[in-house]
């Protein structure tokens, strides 16, 4: 079994290495692996603070995910000996003002009938919790099974594998597939060259839908939606755990690591395939975390990024079987693809050595959007 996948984010990746771990030959084409989205993402895997009505089958696949969050890292920590930055320590949502805390609370009642146990806490109980929190912070939500990991040492570690597990590496841009007798027989690079697959996995985040040669029906229909994100740094304890606050609505999010990195993100805005970094972007940023973390003005600044995120039109992965044989698509993770890593994987994997699509992926078969895709 031959395959090519497209795209060596956090997504490609994890499935090339699944793949070749199964017993297929894989090539996987990216100018940059490991450099789009997957490098500017923070890293936060919560499926119970980011769920949204609405949304159950997304929370269920982002809750099959978390749970084989463990395994995926500690079998590719021991393949490649190169450490992820896994962390399970909770993750606490805070509330600035009474309306963010009514929105917490409805957000938890939701989670109550969904059977997820979300522990509600006053504003002293977050700030036992993290003592650098503002002292006016009003309440909170911890979700004590949900963690966090560092994306980059993430695809670092994916790349390691999937090279010792087999997988070859081209270092070229896919401009098209290559399609013979209605079925994709190859994926085109930027040199015209053709490289030959049995089956081709579409795992190019944002840019999915930009390979010339398919057919109508065929393409995914994603979005960019750039994510601005600040990365900090200190070299005393400041946060403990992954914390996430609405602030007069707005959300903000903060993602500390072990070595004294604090990740600040995000933004979130539709203007098209644009990743620059604005001071007005920033300058949000920071105004809401200096809301919940005053101390947060004394950090250390180390990094501004842009990202684009992946989004489909109903915000959820685009994964399965395309129109054309022989083509899966894998994208569209949109603001979950690093919580997503372990079970798209194993889905995708799974569909490209030709077993059945799982009942926990159904819901996100590319087919769901025939009525308007181009
Ligand atoms: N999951 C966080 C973000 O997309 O900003």
Redesign the pocket.
């Known amino acids: 079994m031959e395959i090519v996948i497209i795209g060596a984010g956090v997504i490609g990746l994890a499935t090339a290495w699944r793949a070749a771990a199964g017993g297929a030959r894989v090539t996987l084409v990216d100018p940059e692996p490991a450099s789009g989205a997957s490098s500017v993402a923070?890293g936060?895997l919560t499926p119970v603070s980011?769920v949204t009505y609405g949304e159950e089958p997304l929370l269920r696949l982002g809750l099959a995910s978390r749970d084989r969050y463990g395994a995926f890292v500690a079998e590719l920590e021991e393949l490649t000996g190169l450490e992820t930055g896994y962390r399970t320590d909770g993750i606490l949502q805070v509330a600035f003002d009474s309306d963010d805390l009514k929105y917490l609370d409805d957000l938890r009642r939701f989670q109550e009938t969904l059977g997820i146990p979300a522990e509600a806490l006053t504003g002293r109980e977050c700030r036992r919790l993290e003592p650098m929190l503002a002292p006016g912070v009003r309440g909170g939500l911890h979700a004590p099974e949900d963690g966090s990991v560092d994306p980059r040492r993430l695809t670092a570690a994916l790349l390691s594998a999937a090279g010792r597990t087999g997988v070859r590496l081209v270092r070229r841009r896919a401009t098209g597939i290559a399609v013979a007798n209605d079925a994709a027989t190859g994926a085109r690079l930027d040199d015209g060259t053709v490289i030959p697959a049995d089956r081709i996995l579409l795992a190019a985040g944002s840019w999915s839908g930009d390979l010339e040669g398919l057919p109508p029906g065929t393409v995914p229909p994603v979005r960019p939606v750039k994510?601005q994100v600040i990365r900090l740094r200190t070299r005393t304890p400041f946060l403990g755990r992954a914390t996430r606050g609405l602030v007069r609505g707005s959300s903000v999010y903060l993602v500390p690591r072990t070595d004294g990195e604090i990740v600040l993100?995000?933004t979130q805005e539709e203007l098209g395939f644009d990743m620059r970094v604005t001071a007005g972007g920033l300058w949000e940023l920071l105004r809401d975390a200096r809301e919940l973390l005053p101390g947060i003005t004394e950090l250390e600044f180390a990094e501004v990024s842009a990202g684009l995120?992946p989004g489909s039109p109903d915000n959820a992965p685009v994964m399965g079987p395309s129109a054309l044989p022989g083509l899966v698509v894998g994208t569209g993770h949109f603001?979950?693809g690093i919580l997503l890593t372990p079970v798209s994987a194993d889905i995708l994997s799974a569909m490209l050595l030709g077993g059945s699509v799982p009942g926990v992926a159904v819901p996100f078969s590319p087919d769901r959007f025939s009525a308007e895709v181009h």
Request: glycine share 22%.
């Open positions: 923070a936060m980011e994510g993100g995000a995120r603001r979950n």
